[in-house]
């Protein structure tokens, strides 16, 4: 059984940052992409930045320069790293993998960290 476990939502002002976590864990043949998504209240779930097992990033256009998607040298930790959080940026955010177990490749998702940018 595969479980992404997100962690480092919060409260934060407009200007701030935080960091956000993701731990894989399971029966892990082999990680092909981890990602971050995000959804706010009344919109369709979207893709924010995501990462490959090669290293390539890629990143919506609403948070280039501002986010950043790293993971550990172990491949099973990914991070998102927001700065200059505006209020738009407040949303459910979900971390997201594509990899492959001994059962065959499928794609998990996270429960999910409320991100609040306010005042």
């Known amino acids: 059984q595969v479980q992404l476990v997100e962690s480092g939502g919060g409260l934060v002002q407009p200007g701030g940052s935080l960091r956000l976590s993701c731990v894989v864990s399971g029966s892990i043949f082999s990680i092909y992409t981890m990602g971050w998504y995000r959804q706010a209240p009344g919109k369709q779930r979207e893709l924010v930045a995501v990462?490959?097992?090669?290293?390539?990033?890629s990143y919506a256009d609403s948070v280039k320069d501002r986010f950043t998607i790293s993971r550990d040298a172990a491949g099973n930790t990914v991070y998102l790293h927001t700065n200059s959080l505006k209020p738009e940026d407040t949303a459910v955010y979900y971390c997201?993998?594509?990899?492959?177990?001994?059962?065959?490749?499928?794609?998990?998702w996270g429960q999910g960290t409320q991100v609040t940018v306010s005042k």
């Open positions: 990462i490959t097992s090669g290293g390539t990033t």
């Open positions: 997201n993998s594509a990899l492959r177990t001994t059962a065959g490749p499928g794609n998990y």
